[in-house]
């Protein structure tokens, strides 16, 4: 039997070991460890809570936004404070910006150099001028022998299944999406301030007030993002799947699936959000159920803290006790969370599937007219898996792309109509409680 | 254009070969003389200083207890973009957000840039000293940093977490974070570290901490915390774009009010740009589309030392600073009172001489004209 130590797991926020123990060919055991500890938890105590929205938006720089918000709306259910309609808008744009900006990030720059080989797009023969460019530009890169971030890849793989043209094509994408992503980063900045980290949006709804030219602004930016998921990254993912084919049903998990839902509706309804919320069992699959935090828990066994009950975060316990790495015992920084006493699978592909089975309409139609054009009408467990993830992340974010311009145009009407708040005051009591259930690109964030 | 005996047509061809028009070069030349406070008459002495660079200087960049969002930002690059920084201008051998090897591949990269030494070691996070708090292919992180740094050919420490150890390292700092300078010093190695302080890190100052490296191969002038005196000479305050607001006594009392659609000063909304210097206002972000009191948005000080918790609460005005308009000092508080007024005071002080300056060079601008 062998084992397989992959330290750092690189492509990833944060520092990742995986350790898997393989046999005939198949992964028999796997242990993920999480190789540092910060205790936002611990620095949390104690504090100005206006603070924590800033400090907790550190926990993860890919995602600050989400982390950040989740806190602000813990503090508005703990205020009693909701946020008038402009700011709530707000807060779902600059939400939105870090999903595209996400997406486009993990797609093109996190994943797809597993799918992708870049010395391969070197025997491509592209006929376009705009690929010879890059492909010139490419083999000067590759001639410097200066190979950068792209040493020591799995070069010549048999794993990579692209023909040298289609390797080029995404190469060039590659490249473009750089520019994408920076592009639907600096339009969070608009209303941000900056981003990563941005400003604006504090307990109460947001300090931003939008203007008639940042909403111009706004709508043509938002347009080329909107073109380019369209043009590029969807006919991308339709262009490398056929080649991943066999991948299709590999990694289907546990098929338990939950989602707080994100993008808040106008009526505050956590199942009326873009994507609403709610649980999927593998045990009964396409049953949609509620979801709630009461029956989340967070076990520590093999975790290096003290503490051996299983808690509801609400009541959780943080106190780091480091005893060396042993799998059979304790091996990691990171909680085990549970949902009913299971394991559930977080992130777009979860977020789409409990709108789908809502009858979230727009995600409806774009997973059905996906199905039908590969031949699967009305099978929606032919996503589950590695292939219908990546499937999942393109459609959502087309989904949000073009949510993004209509919620500009709500606030252009709104402000039409006189209707410019963006901030409710409030009290702070001296003793509350409060929760924010939300999403970030990668999956369900709780904050009490 | 002067450009011309100083870069080499070869040179430009070779740039257009690799996909970067020469309008493109000499605007990112531009933009970076323009950073580093040199007139445009450097343009070609940036220039030049990136061609005699043939070799890309080798970057490792090593993440320590950190949330990638210095990566982020330095994927969010404008002038040069990330595209320019990865395939023309650097080489960046070793960064886990983005490299496509893993595990024991990425360790043999790692490996093969030690060997070959006179890297630029860009750090992001803090160094956490309790056992076991932080560790990458099983070796804490602080052996990491100490075996990485000797043949290093400059350290920069990027974000707040690297320089001071940030809000990770804030009370009661449970993994008892340090920054790389406090680290370095706890392993016994006296390297010079650049700290270019702000959560995140304004990636064009790491651009142009790196061109001035690569222009006049030594590293720019430091203060007293290790920041480049180019990006952290000037108090915020001096040089908002609400200034104005502030010394006419007009001053925003809560978000979305009126007074914010007016830009009046946040000073009261608990901005901490009073105590903390940082070339924001000018250098602003993400293609200089905006900055946080651009936004409405209060500083909150990350570009100081003992950020997050000297300037915690961020929503509440800082004590002592002396109000115009109103007469005296509006409140006084006795934790960071005096510090506060002291570093007005100074602020107060650069501020009339950054005008007196600027007097200047318009006046010497007049007779170029001429």
């Known amino acids: ?448 | 254009m002067g450009e011309k005996h100083l870069v080499s047509e070869q040179f430009l061809d070779a740039l257009e070969f690799r996909g970067l028009s020469r309008r493109d070069f000499l605007k990112f030349c531009g933009a970076t003389s323009a950073l580093l406070g040199l007139s445009e008459l450097y343009t070609p002495q940036v220039a030049s200083a990136i061609e005699k660079a043939s070799k890309r200087p080798p970057v490792v960049w090593l993440n320590f207890a950190s949330d990638s969002g210095c990566t982020e930002s330095l994927i969010k690059a404008t002038y040069p973009n990330a595209a320019d920084l990865v395939l023309d201008i650097l080489s960046i051998d070793y960064n886990e957000t983005i490299m496509a090897a893993a595990g024991k591949q990425a360790e043999e990269v790692l490996a093969k840039s030690l060997k070959d030494g006179r890297y630029i070691l860009i750090i992001e996070g803090g160094v956490p000293t309790k056992k076991g708090h932080g560790m990458i292919a099983g070796k804490e992180m602080i052996d990491i940093l100490k075996d990485f740094s000797g043949p290093a050919a400059a350290i920069i420490a990027v974000g707040s977490c690297a320089t001071f150890g940030g809000v990770p390292s804030a009370n009661p700092n449970p993994s008892q974070i340090v920054g790389v300078s406090e680290a370095l010093k706890k392993t016994g190695v006296n390297k010079a570290v650049i700290n270019l302080d702000l959560c995140p890190v304004n990636v064009e100052y790491l651009v142009g901490v790196v061109v001035n490296y690569l222009l006049l191969g030594s590293l720019p002038e430091l203060d007293s915390f290790g920041r480049p005196k180019m990006f952290y000479g000037r108090i915020i305050h001096d040089n908002c774009e609400r200034r104005a607001h502030f010394d006419a006594g007009r001053f925003v009392e809560q978000f979305g009010s009126k007074e914010e659609t007016m830009g009046y000063c946040l000073y009261k909304m608990g901005c901490k740009g009073p105590m903390t210097s940082s070339e924001c206002p000018k250098v602003r972000y993400n293609d200089k589309i905006n900055w946080c009191i651009g936004a409405g948005a209060p500083c909150i000080g990350c570009a100081e030392q003992g950020w997050p918790d000297k300037f915690a609460r961020f929503y509440e005005r800082l004590p002592g600073v002396k109000i115009p308009g109103f007469g005296g000092i509006e409140t006084t508080a006795d934790k960071i009172g005096a510090v506060a007024a002291a570093a007005t005071a100074a602020g107060i002080a650069i501020h009339a001489v950054a005008s007196a300056s600027s007097g200047r060079t318009k006046d010497k601008e007049k007779e170029e004209g001429k």
């Open chain 1, 1 to 448: 039997m062998a084992r397989i130590t992959i330290d750092p797991m690189t492509r990833i926020e944060g520092h990742l070991r995986i350790d898997v123990e393989i046999e005939g060919g198949r992964v028999k055991d796997a242990w993920t460890t999480g190789t540092l500890f910060r205790g936002f938890e611990i620095i949390l105590k104690g504090r100005d809570p206006r603070d924590a929205w800033h400090l907790t938006q550190r926990i993860c720089g890919v995602c600050p936004t989400s982390h950040g918000h989740t806190s602000s709306m813990s503090m508005d259910d703990a205020f009693k404070v909701k946020p008038p309609d402009n700011g709530r808008i707000i807060r779902n744009i600059v939400e939105g910006c870090q999903f595209v900006h996400s997406h486009i990030l993990w797609f093109y720059h996190l994943a797809a150099l597993d799918y992708v080989d870049v010395v391969s797009a070197l025997k491509a023969q592209p006929k376009e001028a705009s690929l010879k460019k890059v492909q010139e530009k490419l083999k000067a890169f590759v001639a410097s022998g200066q190979l950068g971030p792209f040493a020591n890849g799995y070069w010549g793989h048999p794993a990579y299944k692209l023909p040298p043209d289609i390797n080029l094509l995404a190469v060039a994408h590659y490249l473009e999406a750089l520019e994408m992503q920076a592009k639907a980063s600096h339009l969070s900045a608009l209303f941000g301030g900056r981003m990563p980290m941005t400003m604006t949006s504090p307990p109460g709804g947001s300090n931003h007030v939008p203007t008639v030219d940042d909403m111009a602004n706004y709508l043509f930016r938002i347009k080329e993002l909107q073109n380019w998921v369209d043009n590029v990254y969807i006919p991308d993912v339709l262009a490398v799947a056929p080649y991943y084919l066999d991948y299709a049903g590999v990694a289907k998990g546990h098929a338990n699936f939950l989602s707080w839902g994100v993008f808040e509706d106008a009526s505050f309804d956590p199942k009326k959000r873009l994507l609403p919320r709610g649980a999927i069992f593998a045990s009964d699959f396409p049953q949609l159920h509620d979801a709630k935090p009461e029956d989340v828990t967070e076990d520590v066994t093999h975790s290096w803290y003290k503490g051996t009950q299983p808690l509801n975060p609400g009541v959780g316990v943080t106190e780091p006790e480091y005893t060396g790495y042993d799998p059979a015992n304790k091996y990691t920084w990171a909680k085990s969370p549970r949902y009913k006493d299971k394991p559930m699978e977080v992130g777009a592909l979860a977020r789409m599937l409990v709108a789908y089975l809502s009858g979230q309409p727009t995600a409806k139609k774009l997973i059905d007219d996906t199905l039908a054009a590969i031949g699967h009408a009305g099978k929606p467990q032919v996503l589950l898996g590695v292939i219908g993830r990546i499937a999942a992340r393109a459609l959502e974010c087309k989904m949000v792309a073009d949510a993004m311009y209509g919620w500009g145009v709500e606030i252009i009407e709104n402000i039409k109509k006189g209707k410019t708040e963006v901030y409710t005051p409030y009290e702070i009591p001296d003793k509350a409680q409060g929760i924010g259930l939300w999403e970030a690109p990668r999956g369900a964030l709780i904050r009490r």
